[in-house]
Nanobody, 120 residues
């Protein structure tokens, strides 16, 4: 099994910054692609950012220029640095990874979510 533990959420004022972390543990060979999603109250879950195994990144328009997704392969951890936060960024943020669990076998895993609240 692969487990993801998220941390770093909290309350921040508009314009502030937070860094979310997502650490993978358990039985797997490697973490391939990764992503961060978010779900605001009353809304559907939406994709925020993605990172591939070779480090290529992509962002939702709402995150471009403000958020940065990264990963530390040695620590099996991915991050989401969020700057210039706005009240509309308030949501539960979920990490998602594609883990290689066997020869030709991959498993998509979700974190438990961490709440980010942007408010003055």
């Amino acid at each position: 099994q692969v487990q993801l533990v998220e941390s770093g959420g909290g309350l921040v004022q508009p314009g502030g910054s937070l860094r979310l972390s997502c650490a993978a543990s358990g039985r797997f060979f490697s973490i391939n692609n990764g992503a961060w999603y978010r779900q605001a109250p009353g809304k559907q879950r939406e994709l925020v950012a993605t990172i591939t195994s070779d480090g290529s990144t992509n962002y939702a328009d709402s995150a471009k220029g403000r958020f940065t997704i990264s990963r530390d392969v040695a620590k099996n951890t991915q991050y989401l640095q969020m700057n210039s936060l706005k009240p509309e960024d308030t949501a539960v943020y979920y990490c998602n990874v594609l883990a290689k669990v066997g020869a030709g076998q991959h498993r998509q895993v979700w974190g438990q979510g961490t709440l980010v609240t942007v408010s003055s």
